[in-house]
């Protein structure tokens, strides 16, 4: 984990930002001071499984998710959301996919990501989708549940399995399926299938 901070009189806006690169690192922090100066606090972490206890170890007012279907598996990224959701901390989430796959951003958001970015990006833009306020909240979010289900689904699971593992009725599970598709803008739990398969065969390419 890496620390950059400046101790000024001035608000600090604290973000942490989930990155193994360290070039890439390197930019990051270059572009953020360019337009954000000494109001910035920068704490980096390179492992998915660091972000939930690091985002509430710290005062983090904004996080940065940069490597999102390239270095960061989208899976274990969900689980720690779904964390970060569970305990009710208020963070602005804001991530950027390096690979774009069908209803991956409405995912994201359903998670309780703020905001999802891609493309050629400058030092404004990317400061813009990192300070909180500047974005609407997403208005759809999964329950606990439905993202227990999700997550379950994505990992290849059926729904009777689902059950099983929850200790819950099949019918139950069914409805929080069909819940979370509606909130996916999904049309068949074809669409579920084949996203999850997807992020399966991009983190085996890792």
Not at 146 to 164: D, H, I, P, T
Not at 167 to 181: F, N
Request: one cysteine or more.
């Amino acid at each position: 984990m890496s620390f950059l901070t400046e101790n000024t009189g001035a608000p600090v806006l604290n973000i942490l930002v989930l990155e193994p690169y360290d070039i890439t690192w390197l930019g990051i922090q270059q572009m953020l001071r360019t337009t954000l100066g000494d109001r910035v606090s920068l704490i980096r972490i390179t492992e998915t499984d660091q972000l939930s206890e690091s985002v509430q170890c710290h005062r983090v007012d904004a996080v940065l998710l940069s490597a999102i279907s390239h270095r960061t598996e989208v899976l274990p990224l969900l689980q720690q959301l779904a964390l970060l959701m569970r305990c009710n901390t208020k963070v602005h989430i804001g991530a950027y996919l390096r690979k774009d796959l069908p209803h991956l951003v409405d995912l994201l958001l359903a998670f309780g990501v703020n905001t999802v970015f891609k493309g050629l990006i400058d030092e404004a833009d990317l400061a813009h989708y990192l300070v909180p306020n500047n974005v609407a909240c997403h208005p759809v979010r999964l329950t606990n549940q439905e993202c227990n289900v999700a997550q379950a689904l994505l990992a290849g699971k059926s729904v009777s399995r689902v059950a099983q593992l929850m200790h819950k009725d099949i019918r139950t599970i069914s409805a929080h399926k069909q819940a979370l598709l509606g909130k996916l803008n999904m049309v068949s739990r074809g669409e579920l299938q084949v996203l999850g398969g997807r992020l399966m065969a991009d983190e085996v390419r890792l």
